[in-house]
């Protein structure tokens, strides 16, 4: 295992941000983490565990230790009349398991084509898209305890996920290391469509689908409306969807009569954090080196060189704007990651 000194983290994230860490290291088995904790100049720094770096934001360099986890195959460990199961290391481009899954034609990974992130952060950021998440399909998580080297395995109910959570992004945040995922996936006879997003519905108008159908579909969408990373620094959705009671909702649709919202439980209802921040003006806008997207008023991109400071500059002006507006408070579901 290699343990790099003062390096950059530019391609290790989607935001584009060229932060540096004191130590990088890339685990490729379990001794390695043995390694890991058996190596002076570490012991008293913090871990980061990160993946592609897709779902966070440097605000700064860091003084710690950013591991990432390289293992890199898919395997079919067990199948049955209906069903296959995979195991996939935690390094693997999460796109490229979902191309994987649907040529060979599997259910289940479909509506979750092209998001960035490897497999190993999908379980901790439970990613999600067009009506799946990534814990409909996971069905144990196996882990390397950084603290004590042990390993652990994680059924799908320990995990604990929720919506862009789990077990890995809150108890046992960089404490974790997640090294293979298993999937159950659905074969081909055995499965269907998952059109329970209206737009993809209503952009898959047939009654025979395949899983590469609807995931060329899911394709095009995300390339219509959400910047690409390559062109443009960006993570994604900047802010989670928030939840207000059904009282807040009711003075809010007597002001706005055209608020979008999910009713999710008789007293609960969740408004769509894009629309939030387009009433406030911001979508479009730029602050420094950051900007609002003009595609989708959820997603922050880097303009080119933007410090992560920057960023989180405008996240906070945004966040105030639609605190003061609407009396909502916007939870980023980036993660921030400081010294
Ligand atoms: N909207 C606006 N202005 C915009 C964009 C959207 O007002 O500029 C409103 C519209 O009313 C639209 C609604 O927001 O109907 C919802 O927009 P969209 O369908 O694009 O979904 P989203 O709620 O903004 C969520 C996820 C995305 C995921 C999409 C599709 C979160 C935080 N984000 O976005 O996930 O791709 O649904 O399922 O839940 C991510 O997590 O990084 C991510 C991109």
Known sequence: MKILQNY???PHNTFHIDANTRFYVEIQSHSDILALKADPRLTSLQYHI?????NLLFTEDIDGVVIRCNYNEI?????????VY???GAGVEWHDLVTYSVENNFWGLENL???PSTVGAAPVQNIGAYGTEAKDIITDVHTFNLFDGQSHVFSNTDCMFGYRTSIFKEQYLNQMLVHKVGF???KFDAGTANLSYKHLKDALDKNKLTPLEVYNTVIKIRQSKLPDPNKYGNAGSFFKNPVIDIKHFNSLSEQYTDIPHYKISNQHYKIPAAWLIEQTGWKGKQVGRAAISENHALVIINLGNATGAEVKNLATQVQNDVEQKFGIHLEPEVQMICA
Do not use: P
């Open 184 to 186: 159950k996936l659905k």
């Open 75 to 83: 395997n079919i460990v067990n199948e049955d009349d209906d069903n």
């Open 8 to 10: 950059s983290l530019l």
């Open 50 to 54: 990160i993946g592609d770096g897709s």
């Open 86 to 88: 995979l195991s996939v």
């Open 113 to 115: 084509a092209l998001i």
